[in-house]
T-cell receptor
Framework: AQTVTQSQPEMSVQEAETVTLSCTYD???????LFWYKQPPSRQMILVIRQEAYKQQNATENRFSVNFQKAAKSFSLKISDSQLGDAAMYFCAYRIMNAGNMLTFGGGTRLMVKP | EPEVTQTPSHQVTQMGQEVILRCVPI?????FYWYRQILGQKVEFLVSFYNNEISEKSEIFDDQFSVERPDGSNFTLKIRSTKLEDSAMYFCASTERLAGEEQFFGPGTRLTVL
């Protein structure tokens, strides 16, 4: 069974600084997708960034980037120039490619942004 | 921008009662999902639905649960006889295609079982 682990229940960052959220996963599959979802207090899940495992290049979306280490099964999220609106729960998630369509989520990291 | 909607936003029910949670996926999407998040815990997959049938379900999705697409727009989750432990946020999601697609989530329905 696939598992996703987020070892940091809470993180805090000063506004305008950079923070990295950790995620590791366990799988025997070689083709899969990894995602970071943001869940603000409104509770709606919003996709932040996506990475295909077959791509060596790390995904980037504006201030958000990932460090994908396939051999180490690690998928960390870096948020640059943190803003107050970044404060939320962040969930790492995994999905097998071309077989099944369920997302497996990690336990989440609560990010606090200090003004 | 198209979005997934869910109703009601909050449902309070007595233990043993039946509840139906409703979702309207994005109109051209073909794959539909239900997830659950017990307060303070991780989001858990319940079921996926495609072409009018369940394509995958988790251990949580037992005989008390059922899903239906009663018309061309709604996607429902029914819990036949609610238990206290069914209290959770229930999220509906949809995708246009299967492979690699972002699952678009609705805002969730908070179910409280008393």
């Amino acid at each position: 069974a696939q598992t996703v682990t987020q070892s940091q229940p809470e993180m805090s960052v000063q506004e305008a600084e950079t923070v990295t959220l950790s995620c590791t996963y366990d799988t025997s599959e070689s083709d899969y997708y990894l995602f970071w979802y943001k869940q603000p207090p409104s509770r709606q899940m919003i996709l932040v960034i996506r990475q295909e495992a077959y791509k060596q290049q790390n995904a980037t979306e504006n201030r958000f980037s990932v460090n994908f280490q396939k051999a180490a099964k690690s998928f960390s999220l870096k948020i640059s120039d943190s803003q107050l609106g970044d404060a939320a729960m962040y969930f790492c998630a995994y999905r097998i490619m071309n077989a099944g369509n369920m997302l497996t989520f990690g336990g989440g990291t609560r990010l606090m942004v200090k003004p | 921008e198209p979005e997934v909607t869910q109703t009601p936003s909050h449902q309070v029910t007595q233990m043993g009662q039946e509840v139906i949670l409703r979702c309207v996926p994005i109109s051209n999407h073909l794959y539909f999902y239900w997830y659950r998040q017990i307060l303070g815990q991780k989001v858990e997959f319940l079921v996926s639905f495609y072409n009018n049938e369940i394509s995958e379900k988790s251990e949580i999705f037992d005989d008390q649960f059922s899903v239906e697409r009663p018309d061309g727009s709604n996607f429902t989750l029914k819990i036949r006889s609610t238990k206290l432990e069914d209290s959770a946020m229930y999220f509906c999601a949809s995708t246009e295609r299967l492979a690699g697609e972002e699952q678009f989530f609705g805002p969730g329905t908070r179910l409280t079982v008393l």
